[in-house]
């Protein structure tokens, strides 16, 4: 059975969308059925020049399952096709604060990123990670991945991000993009996990 994806913006009243000057609090997870702790970590101060969305797929496996592949920081090419080659520049991986540095395969319009890792929660199953430094548009891009059981078995996984608008570029075209991406990493997950 295929696994459905829903994209959800966020904004002043619903799309993500910051260009008056003013922060905003948006929670992409609003009228979603999920536990509290996913809700908070979905929640971001908005500001100018900046967008947010959210991607959720359910994936027919048990968070456990998805977990053991999603909590790799060390090893993300475990499910995202975009990523060549990654390697860990400080610390384990396990860790908040550890640093990796991951190689875009070509055609996208990046070539590397320096990506510090946030959040790592095994226990209730999140990740977080900031862009931090490389060669890549995304200024200022932070994301955060949820786990969660469905309540008709199998597993939720939202993944919200923010990120500056890059110059030359509209807040739409930002999401599209990056929606695109997180789309796809999360479908790439969930064939990896169906295939373990």
């Not at 990523?83 to 520049?89: L, S």
């Not at 959040?119 to 994301?143: A, K």
Request: proline share 4%; glycine share 8%.
């Amino acid at each position: 059975m295929r696994s459905a994806v829903q994209i959800h913006h966020g904004s002043d009243t619903s799309n993500g969308f910051h260009t008056d000057g003013l922060i905003r609090r948006v929670c992409l997870t609003r009228g979603m059925h999920v536990p509290e702790h996913v809700a908070m970590h979905h929640t971001y101060e908005v500001g100018p020049n900046q967008c947010c969305s959210s991607v959720v797929k359910m994936i027919h496996a048990p968070p456990e399952s998805v977990w053991a592949l999603l909590r790799r920081f060390d090893n993300p090419r475990a499910y995202k096709n975009f990523i060549r080659q990654c390697r860990i520049m400080q610390g384990d991986g396990l860790h908040a604060g550890d640093l990796r540095e991951v190689m875009v395969v070509s055609g996208l319009p990046a070539v590397s990123s320096t990506e510090r890792l946030e959040i790592l929660d095994e226990e209730r199953h999140v990740i977080s990670f900031s862009v931090v430094g490389g060669d890549h548009r995304l200024e200022n891009y932070r994301s955060v991945t949820t786990l969660h059981a469905s309540d008709e078995g199998g597993t939720v996984v939202v993944e919200s991000y923010i990120v500056d608008v890059p110059p030359g570029n509209t807040e739409e075209e930002t999401v599209s993009f990056v929606d695109t991406i997180v789309r796809c990493n999360l479908q790439s997950l969930a064939r990896s996990t169906n295939r373990q």
